[in-house]
């Protein structure tokens, strides 16, 4: 049978993924599970529980019918459908920012990291264009190595280049930074230079990742810190494969939002051929 089932509403163009159905004897769908094996159940998985309160809310009154992957039509439903728990990246709708400031949510099931990502995302992840105008402060992953070579002959905006290639701890970071704070991010918020450019970050990601998603986590916070007092930083990722880039966008996503009024700009960067 199908691998997975869909609950879909054709007039909005929109779809949640139910997951893989499981067969009772006589062959009906006994219930959906969604993700690997020892995911929990459907049931027990709050955002997508929710979510799918939030979309049968939402699309009352409509034509909702339940479809499986290998039924015709569904590859258009995939390719021009927008995803509920998508990923921003394919112009779909993650559950986080599908239920921001739903009224039906049920608080008293998340804990206070998830109830801040539902309110207010820390980053907005943006294609990167030249033509925009660049915000005060943004993070840029995968920095291209022609763009690295243009800001380093911007003299008016210093740049610091830091290889995390060896990067063993999070305190490694204080020390090269050479600033008298004993804390990297406070580090990165008083350093004088306009950009900061973290190379060899696919060794990092690949050797430590612990350490990569701790700074990719709080790279936002500090960066909403550094807007706060009118400055202007910019924060690169370089020496990324495709999709390492691709889990850092994720984790970045992912990033806690506290004292966070507007989300940080991150620009994605197109691959390289």
Same mark, same amino acid.
């Given at each position: 049978?199908?691998?997975?089932?869909?609950?879909?509403?054709?007039?909005?163009?929109?779809?949640?993924?139910?997951?893989?159905?499981?067969?009772?004897?006589?062959?009906?769908?006994?219930?959906?599970?969604?993700?690997?094996?020892?995911?929990?159940?459907?049931?027990?998985?709050?955002?997508?529980?929710?979510?799918?309160?939030?979309?049968?809310?939402?699309?009352?009154?409509?034509?909702?019918?339940?479809?499986?992957?290998?039924?015709?039509?569904?590859?258009?439903?995939?390719?021009?459908?927008?995803?509920?728990?998508?990923?921003?990246?394919?112009?779909?709708?993650?559950?986080?920012?599908?239920?921001?400031?739903?009224?039906?949510?049920?608080?008293?099931?998340?804990?206070?990291?998830? $109830?801040? &990502? =539902?309110? !207010?995302?820390?980053? %907005? @992840?943006?294609?990167?264009?030249?033509?925009?105008?660049?915000?005060?402060?943004?993070?840029?992953?995968?920095?291209?190595?022609?763009?690295?070579?243009?800001?380093?002959?911007?003299?008016?905006?210093?740049?610091?280049?830091?290889?995390?290639?060896?990067?063993?701890?999070?305190?490694?970071?204080?020390?090269?930074?050479?600033?008298?704070?004993?804390?990297?991010?406070?580090?990165?918020?008083?350093?004088?230079?306009?950009?900061?450019?973290?190379?060899?970050?696919?060794?990092?990601?690949?050797?430590?990742?612990?350490?990569?998603?701790?700074? $990719?986590? &709080? =790279?936002? !916070?500090?960066?909403? %810190? @550094?807007?706060?007092?009118?400055?202007?930083?910019?924060?690169?990722?370089?020496?990324?494969?495709?999709?390492?880039?691709?889990?850092?966008?994720?984790?970045?996503?992912?990033?806690?939002?506290?004292?966070?009024?507007?989300?940080?700009?991150?620009?994605?960067?197109?691959?390289?051929?």
């Amino acid at each position: 049978m199908s691998d997975l089932g869909y609950l879909i509403c054709a007039p909005c163009k929109m779809y949640l993924t139910l997951g893989k159905p499981v067969l009772k004897d006589d062959e009906s769908v006994n219930y959906y599970h969604l993700g690997p094996r020892n995911n929990p159940r459907n049931p027990t998985q709050t955002l997508l529980n929710e979510s799918l309160w939030k979309f049968l809310a939402d699309h009352t009154g409509h034509p909702l019918v339940i479809r499986f992957d290998y039924e015709d039509g569904m590859e258009e439903v995939e390719e021009e459908y927008t995803e509920i728990g998508g990923e921003i990246a394919d112009d779909d709708i993650p559950f986080e920012q599908y239920l921001l400031n739903w009224d039906g949510l049920n608080r008293s099931n998340f804990d206070s990291f998830t $109830l801040e &990502s =539902l309110r !207010r995302p820390a980053v %907005q @992840v943006e294609p990167f264009n030249s033509n925009i105008e660049a915000p005060s402060t943004a993070i840029h992953v995968d920095l291209p190595p022609s763009t690295l070579q243009r800001w380093q002959h911007e003299r008016d905006k210093p740049l610091r280049a830091i290889s995390v290639r060896d990067i063993n701890e999070s305190s490694m970071f204080a020390r090269i930074l050479g600033l008298p704070s004993p804390y990297m991010l406070r580090q990165v918020a008083d350093t004088d230079a306009s950009r900061i450019v973290f190379g060899h970050f696919e060794q990092l990601w690949t050797k430590n990742r612990p350490v990569a998603i701790e700074l $990719l986590h &709080s =790279l936002p !916070r500090t960066l909403a %810190q @550094v807007r706060a007092t009118g400055r202007s930083l910019h924060i690169a990722l370089a020496d990324l494969s495709a999709g390492s880039a691709d889990a850092v966008l994720a984790e970045l996503r992912s990033a806690p939002s506290d004292g966070i009024e507007e989300p940080i700009i991150v620009f994605d960067y197109p691959t390289m051929p």
